[in-house]
């Protein structure tokens, strides 16, 4: 135990540890709040709504605090992390329209106000379109470089920013075009399966970029 904690810590970098956590903080999210709530709703952020929403509001304040503090190797990574973690926490105190499959306590949850129901469509829009961008940052870093993952790693952050840019674009497309009402995609649960789909890609991607296993490799030979 002693010569565990004397290990020197030195050679796991911070920016790393960023990512892992923000990556974490993403695969929980969809998780605890159905599991605390007991049961799917028509969206993550309808959770607001529900004995989850601490967890909501939390989950999304604590991306939003390690991306602001985030700043990539350019300054414009910076300065787009520091507008998605503005993002992350104005879509978490701007609660969204009251869901019609929530009856209990209706009468007293239904007191959301507009203008907070227009600003987190545009919060939550712009944060994960940043977010996007930002694995895109990922994917052109790894192809230019030469260790022996960066082609994988590469090819991750590929797939995970074209699962995050179908999730985002699906719940609209199937409303506008589709021959279905709001009320019908919000019954088959659309947007939170949307939602879910691109916060586990978002996840798996800054999980990826933290390289947790090279940390793993590292901790264990010293």
Partial sequence: MKNWLKKETHEIHNYESQRFIIGLTAFLLPLLVTLIYGRIISSISAYYFTISRNIFV????????????????????????????????????????????????????????KEAEILHYIFSITLFAMLIFLCLCFARRARIKTDKYSNQRRTIYLICSGIM??????????????????????????????????????????????KPLQHWKIFRNN
């Fill in 58 to 113: 939390g989950l999304l304040s604590v991306t939003g605090f390690f991306l602001f503090f985030y700043n990539g190797r350019y300054y414009y990574e910076a300065l787009i992390s520091k507008l998605a973690a503005l993002c992350a926490v104005g879509t978490a105190l701007s609660p969204t329209g009251f869901p019609s499959d929530i009856t209990k306590n209706a009468d007293c949850l239904k007191a959301t106000i």
């Fill in 165 to 210: 840019t179908v999730s985002l674009l699906t719940y609209p497309i199937g409303w506008l075009i589709l021959p279905f009402s709001q009320e019908q995609l919000n019954q088959i649960h659309l947007l939170f399966f949307c939602e879910s789909a691109a916060l586990i890609s978002f996840g798996t991607a800054w999980f990826t970029a933290g």
